[in-house]
């Protein structure tokens, strides 16, 4: 019985074309590539912290790859990207160039930029993808990842612009730009913070305020200069600390992750919270965790936005299932499945007019979440993200001028 | 059959540790770097928050084992008479020990948080009119949610170990010292202390350096800064900069170090002491 048992394990395993060798998959066609793909299992290592977006993934997308290509999808929760960039870096010191633990991952800025750094992605397979034609790599903000070119080392997945929240029953008519908001906050003991960086969402809140002592973020594009950085800093620090004992607690502490905020925000102790996804509020006002009177906006200064992507790293033992997965994520129905309020709410990372007509109407029939601040409205002042040398360098700053 | 103990200590434990001393040395071949230095360690001993890190840490560490240690022997104690409802008490008493402490922190979190059960009650019973009225128990400079998660998780531990302990201890030394004219507290301070001595201090040993080297709990509730020690060795181990892991390497090996230093001087104190007072 045990015997069997093992020889029908050996077998089901080897069914499974090891696609470790990256090289000789580029040079097949991709209907070669779908059938090395079939049997697998795919390891997506992702951020597991919204059930929404679990159940997206579990749910719809396992399915379709199980119907359409028989391959197995698993999920594997994680809170930071950064676990598992720490992972395959670890992987590549033992020595483990094709039998990677990991298959996919939810990527983006400084850790894409981490991964890349330590020649970590698998590259320059993106142009196989027959849904790639969907992604507009004109765009500057696809192509690239918080400045860094993407290069075909990973697949957008989603766009996404940060937005505050606020009670409109409490709050109705709330600051619209950020010198506004200082002001509100001074106005206001005790009714504002942010999360501490390098906590992902209260360091893009640091930049906002970064962006607005530069006068805007033209002078800060490009590479990390330090002159620049050091004026623009100076000014960043004086703002925070001017406004730190009018904050939560009298600034002597500050939430340290972003669901803390959340929490707080909730409670009622905070008349604010943001976040890079605004989808997140309509989802929480569903749950019943905010109340229905939530609404949330963008600045007039502009809020900041950027990709987010799936990557596959270099010693993958999957990469021809991992690029199948990438594709289904990127079809117009994925995209369209994912936009749905009810499910997530998540921008396309795909230009909606390359697809097909069902999907065109599909996106046209979407009735926004009232909580939920919509993307086009949004996008009227749209920032862009800064390169990772700036964001260390915003943070480390942050954490001795500041939250110290 | 002391093999695979080994092989868990020797091939896990040591292994993990050999690596991390490498790392921590500034030798990461997959990173470019191939010579050793002890940068790693000079920046992290001069970090401008190192030393109220440290602090934080042995304040931590300090007070649940103090606390914890004082608790578990006044309930060992309760708990060897005989009286009604013992069992059940014992059963209570224990329950927690499969509780995981992450588990616990955010229990206390519901329960003592500015926004928790007790501000609740304390908001319906008119004693506060806002969330920020009721004293701020975590994400506090004293880390007093931090340490009550510890007492609560410890108690039972040391709990046990001296319940196993008193079993052992036969009541005649006691009953003679009884009958030699000593006190109730008198009894305890030369008698049973003395002889819990050894378990006490193995117990508590257990309970200071998971307290001074454990992140998870000061992570949940934990003020942003200063950091406890782990937390900012786990911080820079997931730096947005490959180039600073060493230092997160360097920190943890100085975390075990300053622990293992502390253990040691520990034992020396503690069990010279108690055994020389058993004597």
Redo the contacts between chains.
């Keep these: 019985m045990l015997r069997s048992l093992v020889v029908f394990l050996l077998l089901t395993t080897a069914a499974a074309a090891d696609t470790a060798d990256g090289e000789a998959l580029k040079a097949m066609t991709w209907d070669e590539i779908v059938e090395q793909a079939r049997g697998g299992t795919v390891n997506w290592f992702m951020w597991g912290g919204a059930d929404n977006i679990n159940a997206y993934v579990s749910d719809y997308v396992a399915a379709v790859l199980k119907r359409d290509h028989d391959i197995t999808l698993n999920r594997v929760p994680i809170t ?1 990207a ?2 598992v ?2 992972l395959v ?1 670890t992987e ?2 033992a020595g483990i160039t094709d039998s990677g633990s990991v298959d996919l991952i939810w990527i983006n800025g ?2 894409f ?2 991964m890349k ?2 020649d970590l992605a698998f590259c320059g397979y993106t142009d196989l993808l027959p849904n790639n034609a969907l992604v507009n790599w004109d765009n500057p903000a696809i192509a690239n990842d918080f400045g860094v070119p993407v290069d075909g080392c990973e697949v957008p997945w989603n766009t996404v612009q940060f937005a505050f929240a606020h009670d409109s029953a409490t709050l109705p008519d709330p600051p619209q730009d950020m010198a506004a908001l200082i002001d509100w906050i001074k106005a206001n003991p ?1 009714r504002f913070t942010y999360p ?1 960086p ?1 906590d992902f969402t209260g360091s893009v809140f640091v930049r906002h305020v970064f962006y607005h002592a530069a006068g805007g973020p033209d002078a800060l594009l490009g590479p990390f200069d330090q002159a620049t950085f050091d004026v623009v800093a100076a000014r960043t620090w004086a703002i925070l600390n001017e406004i730190e004992p009018f904050l ?2 009298g600034g ?5 992750t972003i669901t ?1 905020l959340n ?2 925000f909730a ?3 905070v008349a604010f919270t943001f976040n890079y996804d605004p989808a997140q509020f309509g989802i929480a006002v569903q749950a019943g965790i905010y109340p229905d009177t939530v609404r949330s906006f963008g600045l007039t200064d502009g809020t900041i936005g950027n990709t987010n992507y799936t990557l596959i790293p270099f010693n993958s033992p999957n990469k021809a299932a991992a690029m199948v997965v990438q594709n289904v994520l990127l079809s117009g129905e994925a995209q369209l499945e994912k936009a749905r309020t009810e499910v997530w709410g998540a921008a396309p990372a795909i230009e909606i007019t390359r697809t097909t007509p069902e999907v065109q109407a599909g996106f046209a029939a979407i009735k926004g979440h009232p909580s939920v601040v919509p993307s086009e409205e949004l996008a009227r002042a749209a920032l862009p993200e800064l390169q ?1 040398d700036w ?2 360098a915003i ?1 480390e700053g942050w ?2 001028n500041v ?2 | 059959m002391l093999a695979p103990a080994l092989l868990v200590l020797g091939g896990l434990f040591l292994t993990g540790l050999g690596l991390s001393l490498l790392r921590s040395f500034r030798y990461i071949p997959a990173l470019g770097l191939t010579d050793p230095d002890l940068g790693a360690y000079a920046a992290v001993l001069t970090a401008p928050g190192f030393l109220t890190s440290l602090g934080l840490s042995l304040w931590i560490a300090t007070a649940s084992t103090l606390i914890a240690s004082t608790l578990a022997l006044g309930a060992a104690l309760l708990l060897r008479q005989t009286f009604t409802g013992r069992a059940i008490i014992s059963f209570l008493f224990q329950i927690n020990l499969t509780i995981p402490h992450v588990v616990g922190a955010v229990g206390i979190l519901y329960l003592v948080s500015q926004s928790g059960s007790f501000a609740r009650l304390a908001h319906a019973g008119g004693l506060i009119g806002a969330p920020s009225e009721f004293p701020p128990l975590t994400h506090d400079p004293f880390a007093i949610g931090i340490i009550l998660t510890y007492v609560w998780k410890e108690v039972p531990f040391i709990g046990l170990i001296l319940l196993a302990s008193l079993q052992s201890i036969r009541p005649e030394h006691e009953a003679a010292a009884r009958s030699l004219g000593a006190n109730r507290w008198q009894v305890f301070r030369h008698v049973l202390l003395p002889l819990l001595m050894p378990a006490l201090a193995a117990a508590s040993a257990l309970v200071f350096a998971f307290a001074f080297g454990a992140y998870e709990i000061p992570l949940i509730l934990g003020a942003h800064a200063p950091e406890a020690l782990p937390v900012a060795a786990w911080r820079s181990f997931t730096a947005i900069d490959l180039a600073t892991r060493p230092q997160a390497h360097a920190m943890a090996i100085v975390i075990a170090l300053i622990g293992a230093v502390l253990l040691a001087l520990y034992a020396r104190v503690a069990l010279r002491k108690g055994g020389r007072d058993a004597v």
């Design positions: 930071d950064a676990e960039v720490n870096l590549k010191e400084e850790n930029r981490s750094q330590a005790g501490a390098p939560w607690r002597a502490t500050y939430p340290t803390q929490e707080l409670n009622g102790e990772a964001l260390v943070e954490k001795a939250g110290n």
